[in-house]
């Protein structure tokens, strides 16, 4: 945005300009004038792929991204259960087994050493790996002996006796068995936690939110928490509705149409895989670190075909989570037959496409889909990954570049509570890529753009900067497209609706 002086009114853009140079005449009786000398004006920030539950009990409850060892981790699960009634289940969130000094994640063994009086249940930070106690497991019936009742995604032991460790839809089971046992999330926390993004700089998110099971648990019914706070969210939250069949997808979008101006519906998302740190991302060939394993295809195509028409008949997008070569090979697929089908290729996402072959990123780029990714995910996975991915497939790892220059839309996000919330610490890391891949390196101006213009271009609504729009922008210390570390760059604002907003978050990321 030109200038660094902005004159509302009615809560819209009335004029843009250089304070003294274009604002000489006083505003009329409902005007404002906004001035920010010395500082530099940016369309508000967006993130296209959020989950505002996740996030809240990150910031809320028990979060373990920095725990050290085995030990400091019995520790901090003794201290969080202290603040629980007796017997009440203990959800814990983001423990990062590669930070670990035993480098691998705990066991049931190692949890009932720690605390064996009540259920415990630790996800890994991607989310797609659980750890249960043997608590946990006897109240989902993964007892030693018993029949796999998920029909995989339960690791054992030597001898065939579940350890603890629970995959993909194998979490499930335990969260299901647990989830009434818990408290959920207090809507005022929701609430307090969403307010405070505006002190990131964000006037947008798009939402994940399941109509069905939670994606974590113990935070309760995501939508109908989301839909309660819904009238007093600061910013439009567009929402991705994560749902098991086409009648519970069509109550969600109505729910979400009525529910208040700040919400809407944006569509349906599933998943076509796992993680790359969980091993449970689909490859083509196996894992370097782990020759007996190529991930989990979660892709139904029948299923996912007749959700995709009951999402584009409600006016939604198809948004399927593919991070490996295979999972996002199967989903170009499918969307090159939507396609062919009619559906318009602006509404057809791929979130993550973390793992690609340059004849994917053609395909894509022919294809006319948009593709929202997490810079962030470079950050925090960039000591590991090489470990994981041959030399050949970490070429086309966030291949962000090649996909910009096929012509392929890009839309930003945190995925947060994977990630930190901070639009501009996802600036810094597409610009960085944390060592990997250099020349997949975006410039300041096309990190912006991905959480700008991207945002908008992923399903959300316009993100406006123009004379006669809505007043949405963020107010930054110094110009993000020419500096060497954008999260290092002051907020100084947000502007939401001509509201403006200033000061440090509410809530300290937790690592």
Known sequence: MAGNTVLIDGGKIAALGIAGRDFDQQPGNHAEVLSFPG???????????????????AVTRLSLKTTRDLADLADRLQAAAGRLRPGVPLIGQRLDDEALAERRLPDRHDLDRALADRPVVLYRYCGHVAVANTAALEAAAIVPGTVDPAGGGIDRDQSGVPNGILRETAVRLVAQALGGRTEGLDPADLLRAMSTLAALGLTRLGAIVSAGDPIWCGVGDELTSLIEVGPDLPFPVDVLVIADDEAMLESAAR????????????????????????????????????????????????????????????????????????????????????????AEPARLRIE??????????????????????????????????PKRIDPE????????????????????????????????WGMTAACRRGGLTPSESLTGAQALGLFTDGVAAGGGRPLPTQVGQPANFTVLGADPTDHPAPHRIEMLATVIDGVVFRGEPEFEWPG
């Open 255 to 342: 729910r979400l149409s009525d529910a208040s101006p700040r919400l809407s519906f944006l569509g349906w998302k599933d998943f076509a895989d796992g993680s790359l740190g969980g091993h449970t991302a689909a490859l083509h060939t196996a894992y370097s670190d782990l020759p007996s394993e190529r991930g989990t295809l979660r892709l139904d195509p029948a299923h996912a075909r007749r959700m995709a028409k009951a999402t584009l008949g409600l006016g939604g997008m198809v948004a399927l989570h593919a991070i490996g070569d295979r999972a996002n090979d199967e989903v170009i697929d499918l969307f090159e037959e939507l396609v062919a089908n009619g």
């Open 39 to 57: 500082a530099t004006i940016v369309p508000g920030l967006g993130d296209a792929h959020f989950h505002p539950l996740g996030y809240t009990a």
């Open 352 to 385: 993550h496409a973390s793992v690609l072959s340059e004849r994917a990123v053609d395909r894509l780029g022919r294809l006319g889909v948009v593709v929202s990714i997490q810079p962030a995910f470079l950050a925090s996975e960039g000591g590991w990954l």
């Open 393 to 424: 497939r970490l070429r086309w790892t966030y291949p962000f570049r090649s996909l910009l220059e096929a012509g392929v839309r890009l839309a930003g996000g945190s995925d947060c509570p994977v990630e930190p919330p901070d639009p501009l």
